[in-house]
């Protein structure tokens, strides 16, 4: 029988070791033990939380309690259903790492921490035990060619310039994901106001949403698919701050399905149409019943419908047309006048305006990789290519000796990106890009010193692709990190 020493010297083991290989072969034995099981399914389900900030009180060496299962689960399940919150959970976690001996207390912190700080994370684990940590994958859009529209008409919505996060909630417990599967600390204040809107929804009765919110227990379980936006766009990084509630944050919402479809392999769920007929009743209904400021958060992206090309094309051009802050302020003037001021696009000056629009197949299922079934039409054609490098500012200009941009890969061709970085932005690349070729020698090409290493994903604009595969114009436009790491299909998962 497993014990907490035995599966603490792994978890140390792990950690100590580089090599993915010795990783998963000590990940193996740590699966195989019940007690490793259930330390990393409870450290790593993202659909577990627990509410509270991990703070590692010790043994108190009074009780040198051992630690088991059956001993911490009771307290681990009230803290993710929320029944133990603030300081009485502090207390409670407090006095049951007191009584446990010292390898006892330091997994109950691990685990409160979710992670084992050992250098491993879901999909790691999911290589040596397939489907133990749940992932999943979302619905993405390919770039429009009229070629790949099916038929018309199609549903038509703005394209909006947020941060992908879709809503899982699994056996009563929901947390929000980026695009690539990882946690949203920033919206974990919104968790209890989605819930809310879903008991909401549940109390209307509605056959047809409960069939969509309810799992064979009676317990919610369904997953929303949107953006969610901040009032002030300079506040946009809140959303990707662990540290930080992106207080202001509105949920953009465009899709909506039961945890089972979602959950399930390939093309899933309803056709469009009917997805998005029971997400206007959810908001509707939610709406109607939350406090003014809580249903405020959560927003429907406007449907229209395009016959043909041509109206596409035509919405295409009243998106682009439109500010930010006349699409957030939903007709308020003077919300609206406020919105300017703070929505201003730092590389052209100006007010920020809508990005473009998204074609949707209406009799379309939801497909868990890119697909034509959804296509969007911007202003600009962009790629997130993987940095490969950087390089110096050319002599004689102000940029010498500092960061002048990054050097990225497309499709085997080596493209320098050295424009669209604020100054702030470059002092921070400078600092980075350092640290990632310290000691290294650069080369020198074409009288600029370069330097070579694996880095971001970022966003690069750009007018065309050139005869030799090369991208004309290259402008950095934001790094990717939410996207880093997706998954293209659920099969991969």
């Known amino acids: 029988m497993s014990t907490a020493y035995d599966v603490l010297r792994l978890i140390e083991q792990i950690g100590e070791t580089s090599s993915r290989t010795e990783k998963e072969e000590l990940l193996g034995l740590l699966v195989a033990m ?17 509410g509270v900030k991990a703070v590692e009180h010790g043994s108190g060496g009074t009780f040198n309690i051992q630690f088991r299962d059956t001993l911490v689960k ?188 979602f959950d399930a392999p390939g093309a899933v769920g309803k056709p469009l149409v009917e997805r998005r007929r029971l997400l206007s009743d959810f908001v509707r209904l939610a709406k109607a019943s939350l406090p003014h400021e809580e249903g405020e958060m959560l927003q429907l992206v406007p449907q229209f419908f395009a016959n043909n090309e041509r109206e596409a094309m035509e919405l295409f051009e009243t ?53 034509n079934g959804w296509l969007k039409i911007k202003a600009e054609e962009t790629e997130d290519l993987r940095v490969i490098g950087w390089f110096e500012g050319e002599v004689g200009t102000k940029l010498e000796g500092k960061f002048g941009g990054y050097l990225v890969d497309h499709n085997g061709v080596e493209v320098r990106v050295g424009g669209g970085f604020s100054d702030a932005e470059r002092e921070a690349a400078l600092v980075e890009c350092l640290a990632a070729t310290a000691g290294q020698e650069p080369v020198i090409k074409k009288g600029i010193k370069t330097y070579y290493f694996t880095g971001r994903l970022i966003e690069v604009e750009y007018n065309e692709v050139t005869p030799d595969g090369s991208l004309r114009h290259p402008r950095f436009v934001r790094y990717r990190d939410d996207k880093d790491g997706e998954i293209e299909t659920r099969e991969a998962a």
């Open 34 to 50: 019940p007690l490793g099981k259930f330390v990393l399914e409870w450290a790593y389900n993202p659909f577990i939380t627990f």
């Open 319 to 371: 998106a682009r047309s439109m500010s930010l802050a006349k699409y957030l302020a939903r007709g308020n003037p003077e919300r609206e006048a406020e919105l300017l001021k703070t929505t201003i696009d730092k590389a052209t000056g100006k007010p920020k305006v809508l990005e473009g629009i998204m074609l949707k197949d209406p009799n379309g299922l939801y497909e868990k990789k890119k697909s």
């Open 74 to 261: 009771p307290l681990l399940e009230r803290l993710a259903k929320r029944e133990l919150t603030g300081r009485a959970a502090e207390a409670e976690i407090r006095d049951v790492m007191g009584a446990l001996d010292a390898d006892g207390a330091r997994l109950l912190y691990l685990i409160l921490s979710k992670d084992l700080k050992c250098g491993i994370g879901p999909a790691t684990i999911n290589a040596v035990m397939p489907g133990l940590i749940p992932t999943f994958a979302v619905m993405r859009a390919n770039a429009y060619e009229s070629k790949r529209v099916k038929s018309w008409p199609q549903k038509a919505e703005f394209k909006l310039d947020g941060q992908r996060n879709t809503f899982l909630c699994h056996n009563g417990n929901g947390r929000f994901f980026t695009r690539a599967g990882n946690p949203v600390p920033a919206l974990d204040f919104m968790v209890p106001i989605v819930m809310k809107a879903a008991h909401i929804v549940v109390g209307a009765g509605r056959a047809d949403l409960n069939e969509v919110l309810l799992n064979e227990n009676g317990e919610l379980d369904f997953m929303l698919d949107g953006e969610a936006m901040m009032g002030l766009f300079e506040d946009t990084g809140k959303l990707r701050r662990a540290r930080e509630a992106a207080i202001g944050a509105e949920l953009h919402l465009y899709d909506f399905m039961s945890f089972g479809d």
